[in-house]
């Protein structure tokens, strides 16, 4: 099954089985879903969760039970500016600025500009702990996501710059109905998760997939160096230092 078919196989079942909660419908979109709650509260279970200070998360519905919680434990978080449109192109959501009865408020999507610093790629700490959002995933970490690439290539952006690794863990939440064993292999540029969380259980993949070192240049249409400032900078440097 290619992405296009996979993506709306999946939103149609998750709207037909009555497992897909506000936004609606779930189409063209990161899925919301039911007892995403349950699922933040698994991942928070995880010993790689424990460990993280720092958190880079995706800014959809079903992820904001995830940025809550790691507001409350204390945990920074990092979320993209829509579509990488500026050159600070990161939220900085530090709950050490932010008073206790904002911290639900501040990691939504109409709230994080009253609460966040706006920071460039180049100055995020190391990120502990990746959140990516997903359409469809399987159990050996591939994943498909709504299908405008902005995950992968902040995940590039990240990686070029030092502030993730190869060993920086990468999880998403999702409806057990995300979870299929019909996905295809993943592109070049895709990022596979090393765990899986739904309400009922957690994967952890090994995944066998390989994981994207930076930006391929090459394969980034020119139109998105012009959309994002931060991109035709990294651009011009790469050309610069002739990498």
């Not at 999507?109 to 009253?114: A, D, I, K, M, W």
């Not at 057990?176 to 070049?188: G, I, K, N, S, Y």
């Not at 035709?232 to 440097?237: G, P, Q, S, T, V």
Request: charged share 30%; hydrophobic share 35%.
């Amino acid at each position: 099954m290619d992405k296009a078919t996979l993506r709306t196989t999946v939103w149609d079942d998750l709207e037909s089985s009555g497992a897909a909660r506000f936004p609606f419908p779930p189409h063209g979109r990161i899925p919301n879903f039911a007892d995403a709650t349950a699922a933040a509260e698994r991942l928070a279970a995880t010993p790689e969760w424990a460990a993280a200070d720092a958190v880079k998360a995706n800014p959809d519905a079903p992820q904001l039970p995830v940025r809550r919680r790691a507001l409350r434990e204390g945990k920074t978080v990092y979320m993209a500016v829509p579509r990488l449109r500026d050159e600070e192109c990161f939220y900085e959501l530090d709950p050490a600025r932010i008073d206790d009865d904002d911290l639900d408020s501040a990691p939504t999507v109409s709230h994080v500009e009253t609460y966040a610093d706006k920071v460039g790629p180049d100055a995020l700490p190391p990120i502990d702990l990746v959140v990516s959002g997903s359409v469809a995933v399987s159990e050996a970490g591939a994943r498909v996501g709504k299908g405008e690439g902005f995950s992968d290539l902040e995940y590039a952006v990240l990686r070029g710059l030092g502030a993730v690794s190869a060993e920086t863990t990468v999880a998403t939440t999702v409806h057990e109905r995300q979870v299929r064993d019909d996905l295809p292999e993943p592109d070049a540029h895709d990022v596979p998760m090393d765990l899986v969380v739904t309400p009922e259980r957690l994967v952890r993949t090994e995944t066998p997939y390989p994981r994207p070192e930076g930006i391929d240049w090459d394969a980034l249409p020119d139109e998105r160096l012009d959309e994002m400032p931060v991109l035709r900078r990294l651009h011009d440097a790469s050309d610069e230092s002739g990498e």
